[in-house]
């Protein structure tokens, strides 16, 4: 069954409210839109132009008002699912992800479990062009490197793509934007673009999906995906335990347990 | 027309010389790390080829991201204010397109509308444009719409559009005859047959903008916004590529010592940006603060400057994430019935 098909089949018979998935919109490019209505399904897609997450979509209020949302998903939509659900932002009754393979077939995966069991499955590696960049990045002394992001930050406008792209920064008041006391500068100087991106790297190791959204959506072509891309593979090394893995994690960064192997922490 | 020239294409070597002689910076969409982006050339070659358009627009160039208002010392008893070297470089923007010409129009409404703006005058005073006509549009654009059109001639003070082998340049200002005294040599007369039209792109009206502007107060209520904004993540890229979009915030940085009062870009479709001190938000959610983005520009600019805040340049289509497409939203909201 392919998306429109699923789609019409689950508004018919009211197991979701709306269906999350995409249409084509400007130039070709793939947009999300939000299908209420069974007669609505016919224009879906669902390719490789569809990259956004539309797991971002599960934590906000106009799009949770719709009602139960199923939503069209790649490997990455359901970790940040699952992360959501172990974030305690959303309730695995609240959504239906729908895993598309890529011969456009539909899967549905009703409960954390099925997701969970799905992504052990599919596979789901750094895109080749990122790996690659990674890789040179790392191969970088510090200063070549620290030289590469002033110049690619140099061109941030704070525009908040990033951050509003990004399905795992769901919070109703971000730090960025809290006055009072002020943290970060919000001037997109040298400064306040360093320490903005900083603060979205660290709050995001061990959290990122690597949909790679952030990336994408930034205006200007900065790859900022990257830093959370490897912040999140520290996370991983460090500790053994990739985001979205479960809908039952506990965040490595801030889990304290008194049998902890580690001294330092008791 | 009497202001009609032709240029070689050769010829423009002699002009961005005879311009930087003249110690003019000479701003130019570039492929700088394979981004489209306004930056200081040197030569014509170092200008993108085939660029449509920037990403960001030309704005920055006499509205900056960031800039600094006033600095100020910190003495026991006393507090020195120290107004900032205002930088306005004489600047020539170059191959920028009728659209974004025609936005400083639009940023001049509000920065002169009472007081009148130090830092973008000082600037403005020091610029000149010479913009590109557009042989090619997108299905973003739609500057016909709006007012304009791929060879509008607003807010540019020399046009060159494409030809053959060189360009046709309409000279159109003061400032523009001053830079043809430069280098008068490559400015021959255009030839007797040269018909501008035929060498333009052809940009569809896609709506009409009189009509939605008249008919926008009635549809307030409407659950269009609502629908239209859904995907719509609250970010500020569409404001911040606006050539148009002039909102700004006024930032404190300072110490115990000193410090310094900065201007930065502000967007209406961040949730703080109408935030009250009393934790009041009259723009609640993003359907009011999109409804707010299409009003500010087609309803309350004309009302209270005569003019559009938009002028149909669609980098805001080009640089949503989720394709917020301005131009299909006016035209749904063009024929909404309610």
Known sequence: ?266 | MANLYQLSSTSLDALFAALRADGRRILAPTDRDGHSELNPVQTPADVARDCMQTTLSAKGAVFPKVEQLLGYRLAPGQVQLADPERRAEPTVLFGIRPCEAAGFQALDAVFNWDTRDAFFNARMANLAVIAMSCTRSDEACFCTSVGGGPGATGGSDILLTPTAGGYLAEVLSDRGRAIQALAPELFSPAPADAHKADLLAQVPVAFDQPALTAKLPALFDSPLWEEQSLRCLGCGACAFVCPTCVCFDIQEEGDKQGGRRLRTWDACGFSQFTLHASGHNPRPTQAARWRQRVYHKFSIYPDRYGQLGCVGCGKCTRACPVDMNLREHLLQASQAQR
């Open chain 1, 1 to 266: 069954m392919d998306v429109n098909e699923k789609a019409k089949q689950l508004l018919e018979a009211g197991t979701v409210q709306a269906v999350a998935g995409f249409q084509t919109g400007t130039r070709g490019v793939r947009r999300p839109v939000f299908l209420r209505r069974a007669e609505d399904t016919g224009r879906m897609v669902f390719d490789p132009g569809c990259r956004q997450n539309l797991a971002q979509y599960a934590t906000r209020t106009p799009v949770k008002r719709l009602g139960r949302l199923a939503l069209t998903l790649r490997p990455s939509g359901i970790r940040a699912l699952l992360q959501l659900m172990a974030e305690r932002q959303i309730q695995e009754p609240d959504v239906l992800a729908l895993a598309v393979d890529p011969d456009g077939q539909v899967t549905e995966l009703a409960t954390a479990e099925a997701m969970e069991a799905h992504l052990a499955l599919t596979a789901d590696p750094i895109p080749a062009e990122d790996q690659a960049l990674m890789d040179r990045l790392d191969r970088m002394t510090r200063a070549e490197r620290w030289a590469f992001w002033r110049n690619e930050l140099s061109r941030c406008i704070k525009c908040y793509a990033c951050r509003s792209s990004c399905p795992m920064c769901y919070c109703g008041q971000c730090t960025m934007d809290c006055n009072r006391p002020q943290w970060v500068p919000p001037p997109s100087h040298g400064l306040g673009n360093l320490e903005y991106h900083m603060v979205r790297a660290m709050h995001l190791a061990g959290r990122c999906v690597r949909c790679g959204d952030c990336g994408r959506a930034c205006p200007v072509g900065i790859p900022i995906h990257l830093l959370t891309f490897h912040t999140e593979a520290a996370v991983q090394a460090q500790f053994g335990q990739r985001a979205g893995a479960s809908a039952k994690l506990d965040y490595a960064l801030s889990t304290f347990r008194p049998d902890d192997q580690e001294t330092f922490i008791r």
